[in-house]
Nanobody
Framework: QVQLKESGGGQVQPGESLRLSCAAS????????MGWFRQAPGKDREFVAD?????????DYADSVKGRFTISRDNAKNTVYLQMNSLKPEDTAVYYC????????????????WGQGTQVTVSS
């Protein structure tokens, strides 16, 4: 059974950091590109970051998080991470990880598997 399980969300103050994790099971993790997406209340889900399969040599970020967020993967642990630094109130959202059977990440609608999400709240 395929499963993506996000963890690490919570409530922090502006300027603080969080690291999200997404543990995968039920498929060959290293063969999948991975992505992080988020959805704020009343808004559409949006792209945050993605990483290619195997070595993760290709990475991409939304302009709004470049320089603050870092995506990485550990194939031995079947886990993808999102390190989030210098968090802002506008980063508040439910964060989802997703997997696509492809070497390079694809458009959001092409992703094969999705997690249930983890809430991140940035507020003073």
């Amino acid at each position: 059974q395929v499963q993506l399980k996000e963890s690490g969300g919570g409530q922090v103050q502006p300027g603080e950091s969080l690291r999200l994790s997404c543990a995968a099971s039920g498929f060959t993790f290293s063969n999948y590109a991975m992505g992080w997406f988020r959805q704020a209340p009343g808004k559409d889900r949006e792209f945050v970051a993605d990483i290619s399969d195997w070595t993760g040599s290709y990475k991409d970020y939304a302009d709004s998080v470049k320089g603050r967020f870092t995506i990485s993967r550990d194939n031995a642990k079947n886990t993808v991470y999102l390190q989030m630094n210098s968090l802002k109130p506008e980063d508040t959202a439910v964060y989802y990880c997703a997997a696509v059977r492809a070497p390079i990440p694809r458009a959001e609608y092409e992703y094969d598997y999705w997690g249930q999400g983890t809430q991140v709240t940035v507020s003073s």
